[in-house]
């Protein structure tokens, strides 16, 4: 298991892109999966993923993202978690699952390789 990205939710993406792009920050990706614009950007091995809402206020409801190899394994191994989200199959073969961590946290579990599915 290793960390994939952090997502943080936006209003303003033109201003989000500046921001982190001052920061050092390049663009990867751009995605839109189930209506979600999505914008992945990276800072060495490090990938942000900024989530563009139509509200005027964003949620600021930032998640870790955890890139799993099973994601059914790791399901059943957090299967005390408060199921979110999911799971969720996409376009582009990703599959992912939204937990709550113990604090109240969100995890996102995705697995990016085709291996067993859900």
């Known amino acids: 298991m290793k960390v994939h ?14 921001f982190y792009e001052q920061l050092g920050f390049q663009m990867k990706d751009r995605m839109i999966l189930m209506g979600e614009e999505l914008y992945f950007l990276t800072l060495g091995t490090f990938t942000l993923e900024l989530i563009v809402q139509k509200t005027e206020t964003a949620a600021a409801n930032p998640h870790l993202c955890l ?15 408060k199921v979110i989200e999911g799971p969720l199959s996409f376009e582009n073969g990703w599959k992912t699952l939204f937990v709550e961590g113990p604090s109240g946290e969100i995890i996102e579990l995705v697995q990016t390789k085709n291996t067993p599915s859900l």
Not at 8 to 15: A, D, L, R, S, V
Not at 67 to 81: F, I, P, R, W, Y
Request: negative net charge; glycine residues 6%.
């Open 5 to 18: 990205h952090i997502g943080i939710e936006t209003n303003n993406i033109e201003k989000s892109m500046r």
């Open 67 to 81: 890139e799993v190899t099973d994601l059914k394994e790791q399901a059943e191994v957090v299967q005390n978690g």
